[in-house]
Every structure is written in structure tokens, then in C-alpha cells.
T-cell receptor, first 111, second 114 residues
Framework: SQLAEENLWALSVHEGESVTVNCSYK?????LQWYRQKSGEGPAQLIL?????REKRNGRLRATLDTSSQSSSLSITATRCEDTAVYFC???????????FGTGTTVSVSP | DPKIIQKPKYLVAVTGSEKILICEQY?????MYWYRQSAKKPLEFMFS???????DNQTASSRFQPQSSKKNHLDLQITALKPDDSATYFC?????????????FGKGTRLTVV
């Protein structure tokens, strides 16, 4: 079974709206990372949030981390069409020697 | 400019043949990785290298062999190809092989085995 999982397969919003992707994980972590993968590209990191942090922001992105419930969320405000992508959460495994990705949530932003 | 170069972008191979996927990174990183992504599974960690040494192998099959001829190179040789090997293979790198480190990915090589 996956060590990290996003809770929904897909979300659709209109430009300007906000969207939140949720993730749950199963192991203790040093950090949780959010990645975005656009069609035809490799994943690109958006936010890294460490286990001692509860919230992290990067422009229109906000990530939260709740280690007690082993969950995280990524919120995107004022969405744009170019935010259309698959969003993954990823946790460290084997002492940080690898990233374990969730199955991803496809976010579609329409005009 | 892409900092992690993977070649080729697309590859079609015949069942039973052998192929090499090329990866070069120009980020000055010490750790390199291979991941695989298929329609059936999420991004799946395969190998990690640190300073050109194999550190982790999560691939059950010996048909997959990484090769590091230079510090910034990590190729992936796949022998006796099977249709199930069809996937996009991503090379990645990070400054160090430890938790809480950002990992950078290439654009991938899409392999189709017929």
C-alpha cells in the first residue's frame, strides 16, 4: 500500500477560484513535499514542509501539515489555467534516501 | 535550459531487446535517482546513487541496471524488455541523499515495448 495518498483523484475549478488537495501518509516523516506535474514534464517541487512546521506558504500556495492525524493539504488561491496539473504529495522513505509519491490529484482549471 | 537531460524523449523497443536510457544532470548534485511512472502505478522509486555508488535498489528485477560513468551521469540499462516495462522513466537528482531535500526531475523517457 502507498505510504502517501492524495484523497481525491480529480478536482475541477474555474479560474480565480481556490482549490485544496489533501494528502494522508502512513509513516513518521522528517518532511513532506508537494510536487506538481504538468503534461509531458517531470514533477517539480512546490513546497517542502518539515515535520516541526504547521504551515508553509509560497506565493499563491499554502501547505499545512498535521502530524497527529498524518495529513497535509495544499491550497492554491486565485487559480490560473496554467495551474492545471497533477499534484502529488511525497514523503521520505528509508531515512530520506527516496521519495514515496502518492497517486496524485488531477486539478483542472478552466477559463 | 534544462538542468537534467534525458535521452531519448521517446523510445520504442521490441520485446526481448535491450535499451539504455541516458541521464545527465548539470546541477552539481551528488545524488541521482531513477523513478518510473506507468498508467497502472504512481511514481515509483527504483534506484538511488550517491557519489556514483549504488545506495538503494527497489527494483525486484536484475534486468534493470543503472550505470554511472561520471559523477553527473546515471544511465539505466534495461535488458530482455517486456511489454510491462512500458512506462515513463524519470531521472532525478538532489544535493544530498537525505530527508527533506528537494529532488529535481528530468522530463522523462517514455518507453514503449511492443
Amino acid at each position: 500500500s502507498q505510504l502517501a495518498e492524495e484523497n481525491l483523484w480529480a478536482l475541477s475549478v474555474h479560474e480565480g477560484e481556490s482549490v485544496t488537495v489533501n494528502c494522508s501518509y502512513k509513516t513518521s516523516i522528517t518532511a513532506l513535499q508537494w510536487y506538481r506535474q504538468k503534461s509531458g514534464e517531470g514533477p517539480a517541487q512546490l513546497i517542502l514542509i518539515r515535520s516541526n512546521e504547521r504551515e508553509k506558504r509560497n506565493g499563491r500556495l499554502r501547505a499545512t501539515l498535521d502530524t497527529s492525524s498524518q495529513s497535509s493539504s495544499l491550497s492554491i488561491t486565485a487559480t490560473r489555467c496554467e495551474d492545471t496539473a497533477v499534484y502529488f504529495c511525497a514523503t521520505d522513505a528509508w531515512g530520506g534516501r527516496a521519495l514515496i509519491f502518492g497517486t496524485g490529484t488531477t486539478v483542472s482549471v478552466s477559463p | 535550459d534544462p538542468k537534467i537531460i534525458q535521452k531519448p524523449k521517446y523510445l520504442v523497443a521490441v520485446t526481448g531487446s535491450e535499451k539504455i536510457l541516458i541521464c545527465e544532470q548539470y546541477l552539481g548534485h551528488n545524488a541521482m535517482y531513477w523513478y518510473r511512472q506507468s498508467a497502472k502505478k504512481p511514481l515509483e522509486f527504483m534506484f538511488s546513487y550517491s557519489y556514483q555508488k549504488l545506495m538503494d535498489n527497489q527494483t525486484a528485477s536484475s534486468r534493470f541496471q543503472p550505470q554511472s560513468s561520471k559523477k553527473n551521469h546515471l544511465d539505466l540499462q534495461i535488458t530482455a524488455l517486456k511489454p510491462d516495462d512500458s512506462a515513463t522513466y524519470f531521472c532525478a537528482s538532489s544535493q544530498e541523499r537525505q530527508g527533506g531535500t528537494e529532488v529535481f526531475f528530468g522530463k522523462g523517457t517514455r518507453l514503449t515495448v511492443v
